[in-house]
């Protein structure tokens, strides 16, 4: 019955939305997508995370079709005004930049959206995206707005958090980020200190 199909759909979407951050930073980004998909699309209409998240686990291997989604969710979060939300898609749409590395003239009104929000201090659910939504923004600063005032924060922050307690996977990609932040700049020899500690990391058992 409908009331029954209702009733699945809406276990499926607590069981999805438990800790999906956690099946993304194992790598498990396609189970993630696998489960999403079998949300009805009506269901899926209703929930802005579950928008995000299939955004999320698209992000590396089809980066145009992930912004289209972040975008979406972000519209989906914009009328409950909710910082974290809409700090998370804007962190989205710079990575998917990267990823892709075409148009970057158009990060820079996410860029403003971004910086305005980390103003408010959204709650992070965890390290890793707070690392995740820093290495994004260094990214699209070194490429777009290169100025000491605003990167050198940023980078200040992206160190401060690579450390044991934030998910290999996370430290790994914002490694790989910030390598291009100095490949971008006159100190690109900087980035030697950026690699050598990440090596352990790429070869460690996590």
Not at 53 to 81: K, M, N
Not at 110 to 122: E, F, G, S, T, V
Not at 140 to 169: G, K
Request: net charge neutral; glycine share 6%.
């Amino acid at each position: 019955s409908g009331v029954h199909a209702a009733t699945i759909a809406g276990y499926a979407v607590t069981l999805l939305l438990a800790n999906p951050g956690r099946l993304f930073e194992q790598g498990r980004s396609r189970l993630l997508l696998a489960w999403i998909d079998r949300v009805p699309p009506p269901v899926i209409d209703g929930v802005p995370w579950l928008v995000f998240w299939a955004a999320v686990a698209i992000a590396a291997r089809s980066p145009s079709q992930s912004r289209l989604r972040f975008q979406e969710a972000y519209e989906r979060f914009l009328p409950d005004g909710d910082p974290t939300a809409l700090t998370l898609c804007c962190g989205g749409i710079l990575a998917t930049s990267y990823w892709e590395f075409d148009t970057l003239a158009m990060l820079d009104p996410w860029i403003d959206r971004l910086l305005a929000l980390l103003q408010q201090q959204p709650q992070f659910p965890n390290n890793s995206a707070n690392l995740r939504i820093h290495g994004a923004l260094l990214f699209a600063l070194s490429f777009r707005r290169p100025e000491p005032a605003a990167l050198a924060p940023c980078l200040q922050h992206v160190h401060s958090l690579l450390q044991p307690d934030t998910a290999v996977s996370a430290r790994v990609d914002v490694a790989a980020q910030g390598l291009a932040h100095y490949c971008n700049t006159p100190h690109y020899t900087m980035a030697a200190g950026v690699w050598a500690p990440s090596g352990p990391w790429v070869r460690g058992p996590d």
